[in-house]
């Protein structure tokens, strides 16, 4: 059984601090998508990383694809308010149907002003 | 709003009632998934679509759910005989005939079952 494993669960911080929120496998993904859920909405799709040892920027979130397609990580430079939620990492494994994703049970992040 | 769509928003209902849940997706999506997050869960997958064709089914589909896309457009989740453990946020979500794996999801409908 392919598991997805985030950590923190929780995490409360500053305005203007920095954040690293991680998801780590034994198995091999063949991609691994990072979400954004606010409560009481679905989830909305941030990145999609393919590549082993891939990084994507947006703004002011990194995110990297581990080399073993195994883990990645999710770092944001300094967070504000508007990024409080759910971050939920999702990993298409190789033979399953596309969108068949298995997700981890998320980092809920809370910046305060 | 050209995004997926879920029909109704909150459900509550009483343990042994039925229930049915719509799901509109994005116009020119062809597959469409239903997932069911639970309090402090990530989403699961439950069954997937590509056009009417029901692809894949999780375990977790129990015999008193079924899912239906009759039209290739539109799709309903229903649950007969409801239980107190089926309460949870059932999403939709849809992704594009071009392969990818991105999905788009709707804002879910929220099962409390008494």
């Known amino acids: 059984t392919q598991l997805l494993e985030q950590s923190p669960q929780f995490l409360s911080i500053q305005e203007g601090e920095n954040l690293t929120v991680y998801c780590n496998s034994s198995s091999v993904f063949s991609s691994l998508q990072w979400y954004r859920q606010e409560p009481g909405e679905g989830p909305v799709l941030l990145v999609t990383?393919?590549?082993?040892?891939e990084v994507k920027k947006l703004k002011r979130l990194t995110f990297q694809f581990g080399d073993a397609r195994k883990d990645s990580s999710l770092h944001i430079t300094a967070a504000q308010p508007g990024d409080t939620g759910l971050y939920l990492c999702?990993?298409?494994?190789?033979?399953?149907?596309?969108?068949?994703?298995?997700f981890g049970k998320g980092t809920k992040l809370s910046v305060k002003p | 709003d050209t995004g997926v769509s879920q029909n109704p928003r909150h459900k509550i209902t009483k343990r042994g009632q039925n229930v049915t849940f719509r799901c509109d997706p994005i116009?020119?999506?062809?597959?469409l998934y239903w997932y069911r997050q639970t309090l402090g869960q990530g989403p699961e997958f439950l069954t997937y679509?590509?056009?009417?064709?029901?692809?894949?089914k999780s375990r977790l589909l129990s015999d008193r759910f079924s899912a239906e896309r009759p039209k290739g457009s539109f799709s309903t989740l229903e649950i007969q005989r409801t239980e107190q453990g089926d309460s949870a946020m059932y999403l939709c979500?849809?992704?594009?005939?071009?392969?990818?794996?991105?999905?788009?999801f709707g804002s879910g409908t929220q099962l409390s079952v008494l």
């Open positions: 979500a849809s992704g594009d005939p071009r392969g990818s794996e991105k999905l788009f």
């Open positions: 116009s020119e999506h062809n597959r």
């Open positions: 999702a990993g298409a494994g190789y033979g399953g149907s596309q969108g068949n994703l298995i």
């Open positions: 679509f590509q056009n009417e064709a029901q692809l894949e």
């Open positions: 990383v393919v590549t082993g040892g």
